[in-house]
T-cell receptor, first 115, second 110 residues
Framework: DTEVTQTPKHLVMGMTNKKSLKCEQH?????MYWYKQKAKKPPELMFV???????INESVPSRFSPECPNSSLLNLHLHALQPEDSALYLC??????????????FGQGTRLTVV | GQQVMQIPQYQHVQEGEDFTTYCNSS?????IQWYKQRPGGHPVFLIQ?????EVKKQKRLTFQFGEAKKNSSLHITATQTTDVGTYFC??????????FGAGTTVTVRA
């Protein structure tokens, strides 16, 4: 299994809603990432977990809250988002920790629209 | 942190022609990776370059890493319609973060 699975694929939420994005991988990867990608832009790193511990937070607003319940799962909790947060949210994983020189496997993403 | 610049932003290619996309970093990189993202898709890993001056080939794709480990290029020969998409370089700095270039979006004229 070389897949990173993200759910849901599409999400529309109001600015007062609370929702969660989910990511799962069964490749035994120990680093997991959240990226945000706006249209026609490159992915922007948000968070990195290494061995289930938060290693990097790229000064992301607190309305985004990551969680890593175990080595296979990564969640992104959303609360009180703004319309400008609408984007494709990509989860990725890689073998070893973040210092490893290995490729990142990306999920298909959750296309989020905030109304 | 490091910045990775990538040019050109858009590349319109006649089928059968060659093209090159270039990446430059403001700082020395630990390694550089290349990804391809098809329209509506997600980034898919193509290759990683680690050594100074490294050259790797995948069929019609040739990847190079500069001697100073601050620049890289992807050259595609005999472009096909299947090459359509956005090609991103992603440089890993010594802070371990992977920084993506802006991408080169390739369209192909049949």
């Amino acid at each position: 299994d070389t897949e990173v699975t993200q759910t849901p694929k599409h999400l529309v939420m109001g600015m007062t809603n609370k929702k969660s994005l989910k990511c799962e991988q069964h490749m035994g990867h120990r680093a997991m990432y959240w990226y945000k990608q706006k249209a026609k832009k490159p992915p922007e790193l948000m968070f990195v977990y290494s061995y289930e511990k938060l290693s990097i937070n790229e000064s992301v607003p607190s309305r985004f809250s990551p969680e890593c319940p175990n080595s296979s799962l990564l969640n992104l909790h959303l609360h009180a988002l703004q319309p400008e947060d609408s984007a494709l949210y990509l989860c990725a994983s890689s073998q070893g920790d973040i210092r490893g020189d290995t490729e990142a496997f990306f999920g298909q993403g959750t296309r989020l629209t905030v109304v | 942190g490091q910045q990775v610049m990538q040019i050109p932003q858009y590349q319109h290619v006649q089928e059968g022609e060659d093209f090159t996309t270039y990446c430059n970093s403001s700082t020395t990189l630990s390694n550089i990776q290349w990804y391809k993202q098809r329209p509506g898709g997600h980034p898919v890993f193509l290759i990683q370059l680690v050594k100074s001056g490294e050259v790797k080939k995948q069929k019609r794709l040739t990847f190079q890493f500069g001697e100073a480990k601050k620049n890289s290029s992807l050259h595609i020969t005999a472009t096909q319609t299947t090459d359509v998409g956005t090609y991103f370089c992603a440089g890993r700095g010594h802070d371990y973060k992977l920084s993506f270039g802006a991408g080169t979006t390739v369209t192909v004229r049949a």
